[in-house]
């Protein structure tokens, strides 16, 4: 039956979901703030309704979402990545609303948006995690417990504030002294910054590799892997580039991190789109991170290995169908590559390109070549939302050919008006432990000279602006 | 006999010249594109030369030096370094010869030993003769470059610069020639450097017979121009008497004062019995049927004014001034002074100023007194810098005679032999650290530059940098041909540029319309490629402004300067503002130093008072009509 969708999201992945809702016969609407009026989704969709000025504070507000569902008569709302696609709250506003959420329940999102009671969950269920503590006691005894326990495992450690997340509230400790002065002083900025002062301790994994396992799962609790992907290349915890399959030369090893996965999915009562985050150290020691309960930025390069539909899968989920495929019907086929065209320069640290105007937009394409992207040119980059243009995925039957392929894209791929990542992902591309597929979390700082590149326009952008020069002036006035 | 290749030894060549039977051929592209085409022949032109030109058989192409690697990058776009490197792909076989100032090396002045010997260094690797003068004849002026030309393995043509009057006499020649050998040696060429085709075939064929019983062992080049229209005739003089190449050029660009036809030369000679050794003439005739289209796209850069000059006798201006001397007189409005100038003035400086060489940076200093004299109310009135710097002797001593006391006096007033003894004679130019120096261009670039863009950086600092900085923004434009890099009035909508990029790959832009938007902005529509591309420009306040500027004629700017609104009188360079906001000023007070066509000229104050505004700065690019200042006069 013909449903209609509300796409809670903009961007890339608002087409990305738009498309998919349109592909099984449902109808999608889009919602829009007033900075992105020009923006492609709008369009693209059957409907869209302006929910506000923004920016950002209406594609959060719940309320809002959920009136324009009901209001263009949504049967259902993705929520896509970022914004209230983790947010507990909302998931449980659309089961109020009897308006079926595309993702799994607030119970599980809140669950697992918890990180001491999701390390409860995968504890219990015997996942291997970084060693680490409960909450520490407060005082004295929290000291003791700490010291003990760098007494067992060694420096360096984490030191976490509970409450925390996105890289706030975490230090770095590498000594009994630092440990004893540190935890007092992480208290009272916890208190301050969270309004919780519980703190907790982490083993430090050094260089790990970040691989991460997509999960489907359906209602009947049949619970299956679509395989691992790599997304170690990462800058301040921002992933860059992303591969699938991992990389690493031990198939037991990511067969047995697959399982593990669809275990932690289990115990958690999982159903939907979902991925299980690990870290790899050097010794092939892995430990579960988090599990994230939406669709995933990069879940394209795993589409392209499988062939399987991600979004489309999570919507026939959510509206309660079982999974039509077993395990054994996930073949994994050749290696994909996602770049992520952000509008930055990665020379000014990534310093985003927000307010400027996309003079040349010029794609690439061919066998093996997936573009998710939203702008256009003329398009003038809003300052106020994040910079990614556009994610260039390639696939290939070999690495070799697929990293070829990555390096054709991104050289036939123009973006004139914002700097880009393009010239600094060709760098990666080309690079020797990137092409060896050997990198782990620290290639970015370990690999400065990628950031060496000076041709940032095509020769025949730069030469064609000569001649709209001559053409303009009515003569080369750098030649007379 | 047989042509000689790239990369024989010097003394191999001379030894072959030595025993030639017959005669050989530079083709002198370099001065061709300087004395008839303002210098702007592209690279892309020569390119197309290329294979004929190596399969022609010349001794040498003279390719690069003089004013090139200056107008290679400030009105080409082009590396003087890629341009060799490029042809070098396409012409294994010939030696490419450069034209070098001495210590004065590829610039205007005296440059410090050790950039000289940079220089030298960095191009001798693609350079095989290096035809090296001086103008004022001072052979220690040459000395460095000699010395680095011979370390690096290529052939010193060292030159004497000819000119005719009472002192240019054989003797004086010959006893220079001899100078020269001394610190060269004697595996070289020997140039008369005729720089503005003076003297009869006569008059030539003594001088060259005068050496040639003098230094037998001396291969003689003689160079000269074509400007009287008889240069034919004194390279046939010349070849009788034993000189051993001569120069010429495609006749498909040959014009009035640069070289002539060297087919024709070929022709007359062959009749007399000489032949032109290792010249393919089908080669030679091709290479002009294949460039031959291009020249009408190079028309703007042609003298305005036709024919040939006999009276280059009298004027004596090289013929690469011709065409710049032309165009500033037409631009500056005084064409109709040039006989005055041409004909009366400028051989009246020559002689008052020690009859020396007219020829760079020489010429420019007797063109612009005698420009100034015309055009200014009193004769040496408006002194150059550089008209100092001769007088002052930093040159080089004059060759046959100082000039008048009354000239230093006109100069430097009346303290002038206080001057003259505290400033007087040649400086030591000290060495520059190029360490630091190649830090200060690092730091414009934002790169470590190459030791060639250093070398670059070194000559003409400036422009070397906006030439990077023009590369960087609009790419490796010599590939344009010249019906695009020149095009004037705009293109047609529709219309097809096809051209391949420095990498050799094929491009295509296809213009599209060029609306003008509410705000005044023009969008120029193209297909790059068969992508569609905008580029925006907003309305140029420039344009606005030298629009208004045309409006005023030269006797208005001249009414607003006695009125103490400064403007300027010329399309020139300020060098310097020499005066703050708030200063009193008298009349005469030098305001600020322009630069034009080479020469610095201060601009002096024709109102006393108080300066108020000041315009312009260092660096802008004045047109005339342009304002400089303002100076109110009721303030006392």
Redesign the interface.
Known sequence: MKKKILVANRGEIAIRLIRAIQELGHEAVAVYEKPDEMSRHIRIANEAILIGNGPRCDYLNIEKIIRAAKVSGAHAIHPGYGFLAENPFFAKACEKEGIVFVGPSSQTIADLGNKVIARKIMAEAGIPMVPGTPNLSPGKDGIAEALAFAGEYGYPIMLKATSGGGGRGIRLIESDQQMKEQIPVARSEALAAFNDDSVYLEKVVLKPKHVEVQILADKAGKTLHLGTRDCSIQRRNQKLVEIAPSMIKNQPLLDEICATAVKAAKAANYFNAGTVEFLIDSDFNYYFMEINTRVQVEHTVTEMITGIDIVRNQINLAFGQDLSFDQSDVQLRGHAIEVRINAEDPKNDFMPEGGKKVEVYRSTGGFGVRLDGFVYQGYVIPEVYDSLLVKLTVHGFTWDETVGRLIRCLQNFHIRGPKTTIPFYLNIAKEKDFVSGDFDTSYIETHPHIFAYDCEDSEVGKLAKLIAEIHYRKENTFAV | MSRILQNTPASEIAATLREAKGYYITNTARDLSQSDFKN?ILLHTDMMAAASRDRAGYFSLEITGGASIHVDMM???VDPFTKLKLLRKQMPNTMFQTLCRGVNLFGYRPYPQNVIRFTVQQFARYVDVWRTFDFLNHVPNMIAVFEEVATAGKLNEPCICFSTGDEHTNEFYVRKAKEIIDVTGRDITLCIKNHGGLGTPTRVGHLVDSLKQALPDIPVHYHGHNTDGNDVGRIVEAVKNGATIVDGGDSAFTGFYGPPPLLSVIQTLKELGYEAIGIDEEAVIETSDVIRDERKYYQ?FESQIKGFQPTVQIHKLPGGAMGSSLEQASKGGFLDKMPDILHKELPRVQKELGNFWSVTPGSQILWTTAVSNVLGEERYGNPSGDLKNLLLGKYGPFPFYRPDNWIYEKVFGSDWQQIVEDEGGADHVADMDLGQERYALAEQLH?EPTDEQLVLYLQHPKDAVDFFK?E??????H??PPS????????DIGEK?I?Q???G?E?L?E?GP?PVTDTGE?L?Y?N??H???????APDKEVLQSSQGKELTKEQILDLNRAGDVHSLLSATVVEISVEEGQEIMVGDRIAIMEAMKMQTPIVAEAEGIVTNIYAKAGDVLKPGDRILTIDRDSE
Not at chain 2, 472 to 477: L, N, V, Y
Not at chain 2, 531 to 537: D, K, L, Q, R, S
């Open positions: 702007r009105r080409k776009q703007q790169v023009f960087e923004e609009f790419g490796k434009t590939v344009l695009i890099f020149f095009k004037q009035g705009g293109f540029i051209f990029d420095f990498e790959k491009h832009i213009m060029s023009t120029v193209m790059v490629d992508h569609p591309t905008v580029f925006n420009f």
